[in-house]
């Protein structure tokens, strides 16, 4: 079993940045990648970016360049940072984790909500 925990949400005006925040804890060795995903009101869940134990990312189209995401191994940590914010980024952003085992863990979920 993997839990996550987020932090980090909140509301921000067009143009500004949040960071986000992910502590993983439990069967941690299981983990092979981490990411983050959104869903926005109306909208399916979308991957918005990964970053696997070996290292390189993948992010949506819609916020390359804008986003970053990086893993603190030793802490156990992914971080998303979001800048340049856009009202259409607006959603509850879900930590994610996926194990060797090929098992899937979220978060409870943190809201994002940028004002125009």
């Known amino acids: 079993q993997v839990q996550l925990v987020e932090s980090g949400g909140g509301l921000v005006q067009a143009g500004g940045s949040l960071r986000l925040s992910c502590a993983a804890s439990?069967?941690?060795?299981?983990?092979?990648?981490m990411g983050w995903y959104r869903k926005a009101p109306g909208k399916k869940r979308e991957l918005v970016a990964t970053?696997?134990?070996?290292?390189?990312?993948n992010y949506a189209d819609s916020v390359k360049g804008r986003f970053t995401i990086s893993r603190d191994n030793p802490k156990n940590t992914v971080s998303l940072q979001m800048n340049s914010l856009k009202p259409e980024d607006t959603a509850v952003y879900y930590c994610?984790?996926?194990?060797?085992?090929?098992?899937?863990?979220w978060g409870l979920g943190t809201q994002v909500t940028v004002s125009s």
């Open positions: 994610y984790a996926h194990t060797y085992a090929q098992w899937d863990y």
């Open positions: 439990g069967s941690i060795f299981s983990i092979n990648l």
């Open positions: 970053i696997p134990n070996g290292g390189g990312t």
